[in-house]
T-cell receptor, first 114, second 114 residues
Framework: DTGVSQDPRHKITKRGQNVTFRCDPI?????LYWYRQTLGQGPEFLTY????????KSRLLSDRFSAERPKGSFSTLEIQRTEQGDSAMYLC????????????FGSGTRLTVV | DAKTTQPPSMDCAEGRAANLPCNHS???????VYWYRQIHSQGPQYIIH???NNETNEMASLIITEDRKSSTLILPHATLRDTAVYYC???????????????FGKGTKLSVKP
């Protein structure tokens, strides 16, 4: 297993366009998390899944954001009608539901809205 | 909000020990102390965690005070590759909900200098 994979690494889009990011977690991890990080700040929690169930959404996740994990494996994060304020690094992480070990993060998708 | 306080930045000479402090005066009995680091343009990387005993692994040592209100991450022989932002996080073991999620602050930017 090569860890958590995110695609694409970079995305430049025009304001108002829709974008979709993909995350492939570590195969045996049943939890998957999405975070957003802006320059100079720590990552901010957006949402997480246990298997295919979305168990929690942050108030940061506006109606324009939607995340799915249809078969409990990979996940997608879609942003509709992008705004310049959506420019950020979007990070995905995975973990086991039980146990003390921390999360394994991917390298992120950097979104720039122009 | 993050429940930890860290200095915004620190310098360390290459080959010397880097001691990164963290205050978590409101930590509760079932919360662990986790340390992650984030090298520029990468996702956060798990370093170490502990409850009340000191811990050591191949990356670092974690010293937690007896009252658990503060801790220190020690990188015994810092190298240039250890230059990163280091995050101290307290996390409960309740996996059902936000208590189990990692909440990041701004961390400490460690600069290792030759």
């Amino acid at each position: 297993d090569t860890g958590v994979s995110q695609d694409p690494r970079h995305k430049i889009t025009k304001r108002g366009q829709n974008v979709t990011f993909r995350c492939d977690p570590i195969s045996e991890h049943n939890r998957l998390y999405w975070y957003r990080q802006t320059l100079g700040q720590g990552p901010e929690f957006l949402t997480y899944f246990q298997n295919e169930a979305q168990l929690e959404k942050s108030r940061l996740l506006s109606d324009r954001f939607s995340a799915e994990r249809p078969k409990g494996s990979f996940s997608t994060l879609e942003i509709q009608r992008t705004e310049q304020g959506d420019s950020a690094m979007y990070l995905c992480a995975s973990s086991l539901a039980m146990g003390e070990r921390g999360y394994t993060f991917g390298s992120g998708t950097r979104l720039t809205v122009v | 909000d993050a429940k930890t306080t860290q200095p915004p930045s620190m310098d360390c000479a290459e080959g010397r020990a880097a001691n990164l402090p963290c205050n978590h005066s409101t930590i509760s009995g079932n919360e662990y102390v986790y340390w992650y680091r984030q090298i520029h343009s990468q996702g956060p990387q798990y370093i170490i965690h502990g409850l009340k005993n000191n811990e050591t692994n191949e990356m670092a040592s974690l010293i937690i005070t007896e009252d658990r209100k503060s801790s220190t991450l020690i990188l015994p022989h810092a190298t240039l590759r250890d230059t990163a932002v280091y995050y101290c996080i307290v996390r409960g073991m309740n996996y059902g909900g936000s208590q189990g999620n990692l909440i990041f602050g701004k961390g400490t930017k460690l600069s290792v200098k030759p």
